[in-house]
């Protein structure tokens, strides 16, 4: 590694706001002051970036905290404001999408043919019966068919649920039956490593325990043999290219639902994110606009896949409320060379890069002479999300991605906020690796003690967030008082984000990581509860108990500690194999444990709680920690000599 390197990796490195940057930035020091005057008032001026078909009367009503209502009375379209209001400003001729698919294929969507899609869609949906408040299950891969649905969902006020390409069937069946979809959108399959993969089987599969689904649309991506459910399954382009490309955008009130996410919790069932609409909206445009400092010229790209909450805000709300240009891809970054993003980067002259850290880690490993061979100068600024960002990492990202150059914004935020919460601001922040710095104008955090203090600058706690802000989840669906329970009653009045961090010298704020039983796998939420039922339902499994180990690519990895029936023949190493096939049937390939060690026992405290932090001791190879609440110590000298570790 280059001395100049080495140099940047010191944690007290500061980069300051290029100068030309910052001179032109969309927002300023001065907007932070203007916030904290009147959040209130800060957060309807940002509203009004938006076109209300009535504005509001009360901008929120706390009234009933925690549950929340903002913009009381406003009635507003999601559809209309990413696509009509474009099209009539006279942009309908910018281009909405690059679209790329794995294959090579291209298409390119501007906010007319968007809108004229979304339309068609609309219209083939009313035909199908689906109303205002009804919801529908998307479960697809990043194709523009998935934006097209999503829209076309929200236009006439129906939530949708969108549910991520690599989950299971039983995962989607899950979602599907407790929100209550009629109907579900998927296509034949995607492209994933340079091959077709199939969505439809798993859609067939989980629909034999949903009788209440009436029609699945099919759109045809890769032409794989499908099998056909006749009166239930219709070809999308056989419902929807036949309509009219004409359709009446609806106003609906400001707390109509949007959309419902799910994420994984600290028990086995995932959590019905709820997110309403004019709240929503306006922290996501606002949010895309000031954090990106995007202009009319940029490219934007968010490099995540739809099926999360970061698709959701950054790829189709966001970006399109805002009108802006973005890019879209449907495969995998090895896919068919190394270096596909910094071809696609150089290709559409990508000014803008949202990414995950364990993508970055990745890159890293390959080596950065991949990215030299590409032409990266159109990129300004750089966006990171999803986990903490280490400071290796950043400098690499900036160094050798952004040219030396560009801000970094390390943006955190939660499916259940919606919206970025706290980031540094590009023209603003002197950039310091490693650290989310301070809330966005508006949005109030602060590091607090077990007892709900506030610490002093140094010390570190929980995260919470004192005010309410504009894209929060209003509930998770059916289930209120698991939202209070969850994330208002661990400190009075505040909202508990599950995340420990502390407060450096000046204040900014770092995040270090899950305080409950979440991971975090590549960006990924999964829950060691959830994982460790689906290791249960297996015949052979007596007893399991699940880790996130800390990874250097993944950043955690998944780390399952089970104990077999006495009736089971196989090898340790034919259980794991079967039992991580068995999770990604259960849950989806993303939750397949990185290892299975099978052992006699389990630590476990004398209230029989699993010591996860023993075994996670073990799974990252450190000395144990304390052990003596343990009903009998010796467990773990058992474990550790006891232990088979296959693949
Ligand atoms: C959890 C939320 C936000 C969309 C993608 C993930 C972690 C997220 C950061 C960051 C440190 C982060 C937190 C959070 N997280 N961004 N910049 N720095 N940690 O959404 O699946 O709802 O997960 O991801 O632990 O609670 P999610």
Redesign the pocket.
Known sequence: MSEALSNLLREDRRFPPPAELAAAANVTKETYAEADADRIAFWEEQARRLHWDREWDEALDWSKAPFAKWFVGGRINAAYNCLDRHVEAGNGDKVAYHWEGEPGDTRTLTYTDLLREVSRAANALIELGVRAGDRVAIYMPMIPETVVAMLACARLGAPHTVVFGGFSASALRDRIQDCDARIVITSDGGYRRGAPSALKPQVDQALTECPDVRNVLVVKRTDQDVEWTEGRDLWWHEAVDKQSDQHTAEFFDAEQPLYV?Y??GTTGKPKG?LHTTGGYLTQVAWTHWAVFDVKPDDVYWTA?DIG???GH?YIVYGPLANGVTSVMYEGTPDTPHRGRWWELIAKYGVSILYC??TAIRTFMKWGEDIPAEFDLSSLRVLG??????NPEAYVWYRTFIGSGRTPVV????????GG?M??PLPGVADGKPGA?MTPLPGISAEVVDDAGNAVPNGAGGY?VLTEPWPAMLRTLWGDDQRYVDTYWSRFEGRYF???GAKKDDDGDI?????VDD?M?VS???LSTTEIESALVSHPNVAEAAVVGATDPTTGQAVVAFVILRGSATESGEQAAKELRNHVAAEIGPIAKPRQILVVEELPKTRSGKIMRRLLRDVAENRELGDVTTLTDSSVMELIRTNLSTPG
């Open positions: 996410m994420t994984s994110i995540a999360w909450v970061t805000s995950a850290p990171s999300v999803g986990e903490p960002i390390d943006t955190w935020w939660q499916t259940e906020t970025i706290i980031t989310a995260l984000a599950g995340d770092w995040l270090l990581g899950r979440v975090n960006g990924h939420r």
